[in-house]
T-cell receptor, first 113, second 113 residues
């Protein structure tokens, strides 16, 4: 089954404790991206990757890191999480770019206390 | 400043009638527009897209209209069904930045039986 898998689905952590949210896709897609969803703000892009070893900032990259060492995986790293990073995070992938149909993961609800 | 605006946070329509969801954008460099639908506790799913070389695109009950001079697009759902009740996000991307995707804040559609 074609899918984008994020882990964990739920996470509560403390300020400053490094964490990684994993994202994996099985569709051999070139493009992957991370978004956060906050009430009243819709979806905002954090980082995206056009291909292996190619990453770029979205609209809200501050406080986040990503890597794309292999095509199927695109982890989101919060090196020193803060409470303002409490949010619902979505990973997505698509065949070529943001112009093509994206498949989203189920989401990761992160709470930083 | 918001580059993609969905000015109606919510919309309620009767089953069988037409739903019209609107989206305005400010960046004239946008040339691809996509609509995504989101149910609670799920990731967004792709609905329909349109490029700036077209002014209309249809897929079954869903039609997207693009008015480039007004920087306005709309999604028509005919006939509306209760299962269409969800949050609808408009998104835009530019030719010069195929990885960047800007979302609106979303419109919550309720279709009443």
């Amino acid at each position: 089954e074609a899918q984008v898998t994020q882990n964990p689905r739920y996470l509560i952590t403390v300020t400053g404790k490094k964490l990684t949210v994993t994202c994996s896709q099985n569709m051999n897609h070139e493009y992957m991206s991370w978004y956060r969803q906050d009430p009243g703000l819709g979806l905002r892009q954090i980082y995206y990757s056009m291909n292996v070893e190619v990453t770029d900032k979205g609209d809200v990259p501050e406080g986040y890191k990503v890597s794309r060492k292999e095509k199927r995986n695109f982890p989101l790293i919060l090196e020193s999480p803060s409470p303002n990073q409490t949010s619902l995070y979505f990973c997505a992938s698509s065949f070529i770019s943001a112009h093509t149909e994206a498949f989203f993961g189920q989401g990761t609800r992160l709470t930083v206390v | 400043d918001q580059q993609v605006k969905q000015n109606s946070p919510s919309l309620s329509v009767q089953e069988g009638r037409i739903s019209i969801l609107n989206c305005d954008y400010t960046n004239s460099m946008f040339d691809y527009f996509l609509w995504y639908k989101k149910y609670p506790a799920e990731g967004p799913t792709f609905l329909i897209s349109i490029s700036s070389i077209k002014d209309k695109n249809e897929d079954g009950r869903f039609t997207v209209f693009l008015n480039k001079s007004a920087k306005h697009l709309s999604l028509h759902i005919v006939p509306s069904q209760p299962g269409d009740s969800a949050v609808y996000f408009c998104a835009a991307s530019g030719q010069g930045s195929q990885g960047n995707l800007i979302f609106g804040k979303g419109t919550k559609l309720s279709v009443k039986p």
